[in-house]
């Protein structure tokens, strides 16, 4: 039986009778390279990094374009470093499959390096402080989720962690941004070194929300006397440092049992999923779609690696913005909502079963294609369309990537501004269309309202996915029953800062209200209602 770690890559026959791609370079001696001159240290050591972003890194080390690895470090949660890194020699099976049951297995080694980012363990910690503090450290990077970025509540305080980090200083920093800026301080005191912060999650303008947040500790210190008054210049010098936005996309969604049962029948063993105290799913293993995007704002001061010849897009700041656009508000994230509340009123629990369903797939087809596409931002570097097909057709379609409507259901409030508001608003700008014509995009909004009373289409109670605004929301449709033609839904409908756009003048407030309606009438009225406005 197949372990993974490294003394086990010397068994290449027996890992190639397994189909899998073993890497084409000495693993130890990139991480005596790496330990020498650290060029690239990556915070979120979770699956998105070690199936896509290491995997990027492995085709260059594969190709001799480079000859450094990259240092992992995690501020979280620790456990995926003591229970995933530590025992497979920090090395990932991964496994990308694609819609025809094809499992494509490689092992990636690119990671020669994992470190607990936590003060308690000083042999880490100081590691680490010793890579910021290196001249030749060329970019830190990013997969911390968009909370992970966020320093201040919904009423603007800073959240109690960083409060107290504000005060207590860099020597005692605990939240990640604050753990981040106390490093870059070490790099500032050494020699005021360059190099480059990437955020490389799913949000909009994530190396803004980065930069902001690291620059508002930096000066919060300085008000305190905790560190020199330069350092805030410094990380707003855009000769030393700088904050590139990027737009990533992949799946990479959470062990697969079935993937785990073909490896061990394929004598792969060791592959158990994990699951830590923090709720955090994971394993040796890491399955995912083949597609993936990654776009990157071409702005490093210390250097970089070629990533371009991995796949990796870079471009100039607009370009960015264009393709987050293009993917957020019309060819994936809309279409993705529009399945989540849908599915979860359905009783579907993966996003590969709902597009068997005619009836929900005509309703992303006629988002997507219908209403997206005549105002999709064609960013130059992607054809929006054909981004679509693979979309519709290849990624939501593909079976093996065990995704659910209730993951991508999860703080909807927050995103249907986005996902539904742009498109809306981009057509009351003009003068050839007309808002009120839209029928697919008010639907999957008043889906979204009718999920919120937690009645699924056949009357039976669902547990909704966590949302801020949940309690709120619920609240006002308190009563709203199936049967009733009446309800108090237009109190959200009328909430602009939820859908980033006044739907009354848009034209779709009572629309929407009416399709609302429509989906109470009783059970199956759900399915009905959406056949009926995407004419199915």
């Known amino acids: 039986m197949l372990t993974l770690n490294l003394a086990s890559l010397a068994n290449s026959q027996e890992w190639e009778a397994a189909g899998v791609e073993l890497p084409r370079f000495n693993p130890v001696e990139v991480a005596a390279n790496t330990a020498s001159k650290p060029e690239w240290v990556h915070f979120g050591a979770g699956n998105i990094f070690r199936g896509f972003v290491a995997n990027a890194h492995q085709k260059l080390l594969d190709e001799g374009k480079a000859d450094t690895g990259i240092i992992a470090a995690e501020v979280f949660d620790l456990e995926m470093i003591d229970k995933v890194y530590t025992p497979c020699d920090n090395l990932t099976l991964l496994v990308l499959m694609n819609a025809k049951g094809d499992f494509l297995k490689k092992v990636v080694a690119s990671i020669v390096d994992a470190i607990a980012a936590d003060r308690s363990r000083e042999g880490e910690w100081s590691r680490l402080v010793s890579i910021f503090e290196n001249p030749t450290l060329q970019m830190a990077s990013f997969t911390i989720t968009e909370k992970g970025y ?78 020199d008054e330069g350092f805030a210049a410094y990380l707003q010098d855009k000769s030393r440092i700088a904050f590139p936005l990027s737009m990533i996309d992949k799946i990479t969604p959470r062990p697969s049992e079935k993937v785990q049962e073909a490896l061990l029948a394929q004598g792969i063993g060791g592959m158990d999923t994990v699951v830590t105290s923090k709720n955090t799913y994971t394993a040796p293993f890491v399955n995912a779609e083949i597609s993936e995007y990654l776009v990157i704002e071409d702005t490093f001061t210390n250097g970089r690696p070629p990533l371009e010849d991995a796949g990796v897009l870079f471009t100039d700041r607009d370009t960015v913005n264009k393709v987050e656009t293009m993917k957020v508000t019309t060819c994936l994230n809309p279409l993705h909502t529009a399945l989540a509340v849908s599915g979860c009123l359905m009783g579907y629990t993966l996003i590969a079963d709902e597009m068997k369903d005619p009836v929900l797939q005509k309703l992303v087809e006629t988002i997507g294609y219908k209403e997206g596409l005549p105002v999709v931002v064609n960013p130059g570097i992607l054809n929006p369309q054909t981004f679509l097909d693979e979309v519709i057709h290849e990624r939501f379609a593909n079976p093996f990537i065990p995704d659910t409507p209730q993951r991508i259901a999860t703080d909807t409030s927050q995103k249907v501004g986005i996902r539904f508001g742009e498109t809306i608003k981009s057509y009351m700008r003009r003068g050839d269309l007309d808002p009120s014509t839209l029928t697919a995009i008010p639907v999957a909004i008043a889906a979204w309202c009718r999920y919120l009373l937690g009645v699924d289409d056949a009357g039976k109670p669902f547990t909704l996915s966590p949302d801020p605004l949940l309690a709120d929301l619920q609240a006002k449709l308190e009563g709203t029953a199936l049967g009733d033609q009446t309800s108090n839904v237009r109190a959200i409908l009328e909430n602009v800062q939820i859908f980033g756009v006044s739907l009354e003048e848009a034209g779709l407030a009572a629309k929407i209200e009416g399709m609302f309606h429509e989906m109470l009438a009783g059970p199956g009225a759900v399915r009905s209602t959406i056949a009926k406005y995407v004419e199915v």
């Open 150 to 227: 966020a320093i201040t509540g919904p009423d603007g305080a800073y959240l109690g962690i960083v409060a107290q980090d504000l005060e207590k200083g860099p020597d005692e920093a605990v939240h990640i941004m604050s753990v981040v800026t106390a490093l870059a301080y070490k790099r500032y005191l050494k020699g005021g070194y360059p190099m480059t912060f990437v955020s490389m999650d799913n949000c909009s303008h994530n190396g803004d929300k980065l930069k902001k947040s690291m620059v508002t500790v930096a000066e919060e210190w300085a008000k305190r006397g905790l560190v």
